[in-house]
């Protein structure tokens, strides 16, 4: 009864995108959007709960550092290109009546993209604007239930067979008076328009079932699209790592050429190679773009291994996407690390899990994890804050920016189901803050170069030592077991804290 489905499905999916649930892709896994910044004079903490499908509602959660903040305005649009430069009518976030400086909203996001979510504040030191990039994407269908299904194909059954009544006797009896019966020939013609009308019903339900069809199709298309893409890994010689990006839908490749992907702080990939399992090695590594699109890199020295891939790309849209591979090296005996080229290496995840809140760094001092709240949960935002200390255990007071940021900090989930690279500015993309930013696209965003780098506020613009501590705005997305890894600069050498973290 394909009819009948067609017509429940299609009032369905109004149901459906009315009671969207929410939940979490650039990075792996963790698709909410973290982000700490300045709008004017005020500082704020936002978070974005992407919905599961587009369109659908996003939730906006924003707190304020102080108790200024009178109004909040927030309204999504694209990042870049024409559609940055007309903002829709905003939206007024709600203020909590217990909190004064916590806000919320909910916004619809009508296409999946790059998009931003411009947030417009008023208070007692005036107005103030900032925007947040938001790497829109539809995560999965969801499926209808099947009581929902049952009612639905009822009620279109009594539609369809209403209308062909309802035809019928408004022939027979529409111009009848009280007490009068039906004529033979009025009965004959009514018999007619019925067979007319259900013709004519059926041929609406057909029509209604390949648009539906249509849609869905296209939607599906989409969640495929926006899937984390493949990396697909070959190794040259033993120690030359080559890289392509393979969608998970033919049509990937025509939606994001690798040609054209921008640099997202200072490189066009970001390629971590992982040990796997146990998360017991991590190399930071730049790989540089070569013919086809596909990227290379010469290993710097590793031992044999089994290596998971998360390769992090930026669009020219200011979409950001991992790739995700895995590679099986042999022994390697390469360069040197040089440049923003790290690696770290140390124990294993412990099989049962582990929770720890000081790493040992390379240079002989400490970066301890200054944990606010015990146990930790999914799905809460937090400020994950890390000082560093030098072999005595005094503040460091030589840290330096790293890639033009205080700190770099890559949260995996040790079953590698989750990645995501975060910064003193949060989870979303710095290229993207800069499109956001400027309004332009990737291309004329080059025009740009002479321009800082969009550089978190904690960053002065001397020479002048970073403070000894740094924090990352993030949310564990699910429980399970996690390892951090907090890259950091100091005299000159990169430094990397690990951490492992029981999330529940
Ligand atoms: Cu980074």
Redesign the pocket.
Known sequence: MNKFQLRASTLAVFVILLVAALSLNAHVGSPDVYYEGDAGSYHLFVTVRQPQVIPGVAEIQIRCAKNEVRAIQIVPMRLSGAGSSYPPTPDLAEQSKEDPQFFTGSLWLMESGALQVRVSVEGTKGKGELSVPVPAAAQKTLKMERPLWGMLALLMIFLALGIVFIAGAAVREGNLGPGETPAPGRARRARVVMVIAAVVVAGILYLGRAWWIAEANNYQRNVNIFKPPAAETNLENGNRLVIRAKGQDAQWSKYVKMEEVIPD?GHLM?LFMIGAPGLDRMWHLHPGRIAGGAFGEELPSMPAGQYQIFADIVDKDGFPWTLVGNVEVAQVEGKSLAGDDSAWSGSAVAAQGGDSTVSQLADGGHMVWRRATDPLKASVPMSFKFSVEDKDGNPAKDMEPY?G?AG?AEFVSTDMSVFA?V?PAGSVS?AALELARTGQTGASGELQAGMPMPIPMSMPMSSAPLPPEVSFPYGFPRPGQYRIFVQIKRAGHIQTGVFDARVQ
């Open positions: 702080h970001h890639m940021m770099h690279h910064h710095m």
